[in-house]
């Protein structure tokens, strides 16, 4: 019996001692997302479409900023009645010009949170899949949070991911 015993010990050890441990590495994601060719190019649109914006509302301002002086210059002409109702339409045409900046504004901030979120599902969908196919068991974060505190440099992977992830992107630009 005993020798049964050592025997099973003997093979479980060997067993155990020939199981490969899991295959681990971890990622700098402030890296990914300030590398990413897919983040640069969400950042690009959307600094294009804030300074189309800008330059809009600046346009929309510099016409009542006229209209605001053109009327300074000739209140002194005008009934106090008449200048009163002008002032009052300079006026609402103010709050209407901020009214539209807060609401274009809040509207391209959505649209940019939305495309953030999408580009990060994608980022982590790719890290799943990346992990898959490279036989990982766990593929860590570090970032300043205190995921990761320390990672062996041999087992940061971040610059062969960061380039499948761009290469995957270049791919779905071109079809």
């Keep these: 019996m005993k020798k049964i015993l050592l025997i099973i010990l003997a093979i479980g050890l060997l067993s155990a001692c020939q199981q490969k441990e899991a295959k681990t590495a971890f990622v700098k994601t402030e890296t990914i997302f300030k590398q990413y060719k897919g983040i640069k190019a969400q950042e690009a649109i959307f600094k294009q479409k804030q300074q189309a914006f800008a330059k809009k509302y600046d346009s929309i301002v510099k016409q009542w900023r006229q209209e605001v ?3 300074q210059q000739n209140a002194r002409k005008m009934t106090p009645q008449k200048a009163q109702k002008k002032d009052q339409e300079l006026y609402q045409k103010q709050q209407m010009i901020q009214q539209m900046q807060q609401q274009e504004s809040a509207k391209l901030t959505a649209e ?4 953030t ?14 992990g898959k196919k490279n036989g990982y068991k766990y593929i860590y974060g570090k970032n300043n949070t205190g995921a990761l505190m320390y990672g062996d440099a041999k087992l940061d992977i971040t610059d062969q991911v960061l380039k499948a992830l761009d290469a995957a992107y270049e791919a779905a630009q071109k079809k």
Excluded: G, N, R
Excluded at 112 to 115: A, H, S
């Design 117 to 130: 979120d999408s580009i990060i599902k994608k980022v982590y969908d790719f890290f799943d899949d990346y």
């Design 112 to 115: 940019m949170q939305k495309q």
């Design 69 to 71: 002086m053109k009327f």
